[in-house]
C-alpha cells in the first residue's frame, strides 16, 4: 500500500521558473515530512523538510508548503537552476519513528 | 565533516549465494537504517539500528539481516540471493528526524 505518492513522474521547467513538486500521503501517524534530490547511481541527499506543526519552511531557493488537512504537501524551488536536473523523492516518517515512507519520485528537467 | 560511507560500491553475486553490505555513518549518528531501491518498488525500509539493537524492521524476509557495532558503523546481510534481490541498497545516519544517505552499494544477482 503506497503511504506516499508522487503524481506527474516528470517535470519539464524552463531554467528561471519556477518547479512546484507535490506529494499526498494517507498515514495520519506522520509528523515530519523530507525531500530528498538524487542522481543516478548516488545516494539521496537531503533538502529539506518540515514538522506537522507548521505549514511553510523556506531553505535559500527550496520551499516546502505542508496542508496537513489534506495530507498533501509540495516542494517550490524557485528559480530553478540546471544542477537542479535530478529526481525528487518525497518521505514521510511517523510519529517517534525512523522508517521512513518514499514516493516514487519525479523527474525534473530543467532546460537552459 | 564526512558523510556517510558504503562499500562495496558495486557487488556481482550469483543466486545462492550471500553477500554482505558495510555502512559507516556520520561521526555522532548513532541511528542506521537501511533500505533497498528497485525499479518496480522504489524505496523500501528494511531496518534501523540505534545503539546495536534493531529498532524497526520492514516487511522483508529473514533472509535479509543485519547488526551494528559499538561503534555505530552497520553491516547488513543478504544470504540465499535470489534474482529478485538485485537492488541499490542505502544506509542513511541520522542523529534527530533527517537521514543522510550514503552512496549505496549496488548489487546485481546472476
Known amino acids: 500500500d503506497q503511504q506516499v505518492k508522487q503524481n506527474s513522474p516528470s517535470l519539464s521547467v524552463q531554467e528561471g521558473r519556477i518547479s512546484i513538486l507535490n506529494c499526498d500521503y494517507t498515514n495520519s501517524m506522520f509528523d515530519y515530512f523530507l525531500w530528498y534530490k538524487k542522481y543516478p547511481a548516488e545516494g539521496p541527499t537531503f533538502l529539506i523538510s518540515i514538522s506537522s506543526i507548521k505549514d511553510k519552511n523556506e531553505d535559500g531557493r527550496f520551499t516546502v508548503f505542508l496542508n496537513k488537512s489534506a495530507k498533501h504537501l509540495s516542494l517550490h524551488i524557485v528559480p530553478s537552476q540546471p544542477g537542479d536536473s535530478a529526481v525528487y523523492f518525497c518521505a514521510a516518517r511517523p510519529y517517534g519513528n525512523n522508517r521512513l515512507a518514499f514516493g516514487k519520485g519525479n523527474q525534473v528537467v530543467v532546460i537552459p | 565533516k564526512a558523510g556517510v560511507t558504503q562499500t562495496p560500491r558495486y557487488l556481482i553475486k550469483t543466486r545462492g549465494q550471500q553477500v554482505t553490505l558495510s555502512c559507516s555513518p556520520i561521526?555522532?549518528?548513532?541511528?542506521v537504517s537501511w533500505y533497498q531501491q528497485t525499479p518496480g518498488q522504489g524505496l523500501q525500509f528494511l531496518f534501523e539500528?540505534?545503539?546495536?539493537?534493531?529498532?524497526n524492521k520492514g516487511n522483508f524476509p529473514g533472509r535479509f539481516s543485519g547488526r551494528q557495532f559499538s561503534n555505530s558503523r552497520s553491516e547488513m546481510n543478504v544470504s540465499t540471493l535470489e534474482l529478485g534481490d538485485s537492488a541499490l541498497y542505502l544506509c542513511a545516519s541520522s542523529r534527530d528526524r533527517e537521514q543522510f544517505f550514503g552512496p549505496g552499494t549496488r548489487l546485481t544477482v546472476l
Open positions: 539500528y540505534f545503539s546495536e539493537t534493531q529498532r
Open positions: 561521526s555522532g549518528h548513532r541511528s
